[in-house]
């Protein structure tokens, strides 16, 4: 009982994780692509 209990909480906390690490990655991911999509183009726009 104690064993499968023990096995839930692992899974339960690497289901956490996770969803927490791919919400930061997310969070960073969407960061670095606004930055490349806009500083170039105003970048570009500047030296016209």
Do not use: W
């Not at 692992?10 to 806009?38: D, M, P, W």
């Amino acid at each position: 009982m104690t064993y499968a209990l023990y096995k839930c909480y692992l899974f339960s906390a690497k289901v956490v994780y996770f969803f927490r690490a791919g919400a930061l990655f997310r969070k960073i991911y969407l960061n670095l692509q606004h930055e490349l999509t806009l500083y170039p183009y105003t970048y570009d726009q500047q030296n016209e």
